[in-house]
């Protein structure tokens, strides 16, 4: 089945750092991919669809500059977290769409910032 | 109104009894619709897809779909401990592309 390979699994970092996380399409090609935040008890929110060659597209409400996303191949996205803060730990998860499927997920970046 | 509503619970089931788990959502022109598992602290995992009305098995998984009354379910048969998890119903619309639109998820606990 397809996978979607997410790195790294867990962050620790000190405010004012910025983070980057990895998702990979390893078995098929994906021109979109989707990147989530989960907070505790909280379901999962969109943040971004990040297309392959272009920009992304921002959901309302989260910043374009805080969280860079850059989609350079067809099985590469990057989610950095600039400058990260306290207010910005939560659940990371990034998600890709193999041709008529539906998503798949990767195992999600648990993001600490002390 | 959520576009995707769904009791939170917890739905609490005994081993081997059925989970009943309700899903409505707001806008008609969805199309396709799914069940993930979300175990605490892991990601979802898909469990099912449904994109007509009806129902659809797979195992002891029921997926069952009305769209005139825009409600979408999930039962779990034999519900065994290992079923205990957040269960997300999610709803994607065509003009979306792939993109999904998730309810709260409802936590279901199935004690021995």
């Known amino acids: 089945g397809a996978v979607v390979s997410q790195h790294p699994s867990r962050v620790i970092c000190k405010s004012g750092t910025s983070v980057k996380i990895e998702c990979r399409s390893l078995?098929?090609?994906?021109?979109?991919m989707f990147w989530y935040r989960q907070f505790p008890k909280q379901s999962l929110m969109l943040m971004a669809t990040?297309?392959?060659?272009?920009?992304?597209?921002?959901e309302q409400g989260v910043e374009k500059d805080k969280f860079l996303i850059n989609h350079a191949s067809l099985t590469l996205s990057t989610l950095t977290v600039t400058s990260a803060h306290p207010e910005d730990s939560s659940f990371y998860i990034c998600?890709?769409?193999?041709?008529?499927?539906?998503?798949?997920f990767g195992d999600g970046t648990r993001l600490s910032i002390l | 109104q959520k576009e995707v509503e769904q009791n939170s619970g917890p739905l609490s089931v005994p081993e081997g009894a059925i989970a009943s788990l309700n899903c409505t959502y707001s806008?008609?022109?969805?199309?396709?619709f799914f069940w993930y598992r979300q175990y605490s602290g892991k990601s979802p995992e898909l469990i099912m897809s449904?994109?007509?009305?009806g129902d659809k098995e797979d195992g002891r998984f029921t997926a069952q779909l009305n769209k005139a009354s825009q409600y979408v379910s999930l039962l779990i048969r034999d519900s065994q401990p290992s079923d205990s998890a957040t269960y997300l119903c999610?709803?994607?619309?065509?003009?979306?592309?792939?993109?999904?639109?998730f309810g709260g998820g409802t936590r279901v606990l199935v004690k021995p």
């Open positions: 806008d008609r022109v969805s199309q396709s």
């Open positions: 999610a709803v994607n619309k065509r003009a979306a592309g792939n993109k999904l639109t």
């Open positions: 449904i994109y007509s009305n």
């Open positions: 990040s297309n392959e060659g272009s920009k992304a597209t921002y």
């Open positions: 078995d098929f090609q994906a021109t979109t």
């Open positions: 998600s890709a769409t193999p041709s008529n499927q539906p998503q798949h």
